[in-house]
């Protein structure tokens, strides 16, 4: 005779799941902090941390962000300028132009908005981010 497994119901595994998931998510996720043109922010971030920023910007500005961070190593510190309130989620703006060095990003802004800039390192860097609004 076989043994009879009795199947959780498929909600429960879902409800399980999104219980083991949605916790290490909204740690990894911060509150963007506020930045007003022109902002100029130091700080340390690397491994699976990133920090975030948002600034609200009017059709028709010129946003510009750049980057640079103290090097040690192998370091690298990088930025994304997003329409995603949530990291997890973000892309790139399909506007605008990055330079060769990816440590420049200038853009005309399209629609009245809040945009939001994610620094990340490898494996982890003192940086300087400057955003500004023209």
């Keep these: 005779m076989q043994p009879r497994f009795h199947r959780l119901p498929s909600l429960l ?3 399980t799941i999104l219980l083991a998931v949605s916790p290490a998510r909204a740690q990894d996720d911060t ?3 506020r930045l007003r043109s022109p902002a100029t922010i130091r ?4 491994g699976e941390s990133h920090d975030s920023y948002v600034i609200r910007a009017r059709k028709g500005q010129t946003m510009t962000v750049r980057i640079s961070w103290r090097r040690e ?6 930025f994304t300028v997003s329409e995603s309130a949530s990291f997890f989620g973000a ?5 605008g132009t990055l330079s060769a060095d990816s440590r ?31």
Excluded: M
């Design 13 to 15: 595994v879902s409800v």
């Design 31 to 33: 509150t963007p902090k």
């Design 104 to 134: 420049r990003w200038t853009g005309r802004i399209p629609k009245s908005r809040d945009y939001y800039i994610y620094v990340v390192a490898h494996p982890t860097a003192h940086y300087t981010l400057r955003v500004s609004l023209k």
């Design 73 to 78: 190593d192998d370091n690298k510190a990088d």
């Design 43 to 46: 700080g340390l971030v690397g």
């Design 91 to 95: 892309e790139q703006v399909g506007f």
